[in-house]
């Protein structure tokens, strides 16, 4: 009866032991923590102001300032220096889809981006 006692003791004991033990392992809330990290967005952190984009008159920029708008390659920047030269300044961004190559849609992406005078 004693050893039966003594077994039942050292079972309970080890069931314990587990118990407790799997709290530290499973679940990790029980553990100590270190303090946790301040969270910074990077937007908040180091705010750089972008530049804003240099407006470019059709009217009077060169070929290959043309080409940094959207839609016109070397090409298409050529054929509109050539039809301004040809037909004179343009009134009107939407003037440009005259050229051909160039579209009305086009030429509406350009906005804010480009500009007649």
């Known amino acids: 009866m004693q050893i039966t006692r003594k077994l039942a003791a050292l079972t309970a004991a080890a069931a314990a032991l587990i118990i407790l033990g799997s709290l530290f392992l499973i679940s990790p809330v029980w553990q100590p923590q270190s303090p946790a990290a301040v969270y910074i967005p990077a937007a908040v952190a180091a705010p750089t102001p972008t530049p ?13 300032e043309l080409t940094t708008l959207p839609g016109l390659g070397p090409e298409k920047a050529a054929a ?4 301004r030269t040809a037909h004179g300044a343009f009134a009107s961004l939407a003037d440009a889809a005259n050229v051909k190559g160039i579209s009305l849609r086009m030429t509406e992406s350009w906005v804010g981006l480009a500009a007649v005078q």
Do not use: C, M, Q
């Open 80 to 83: 509109l220096v050539a039809y």
């Open 52 to 64: 804003a984009p240099a407006i470019i008159n059709i009217n009077t920029a060169t070929a290959e």
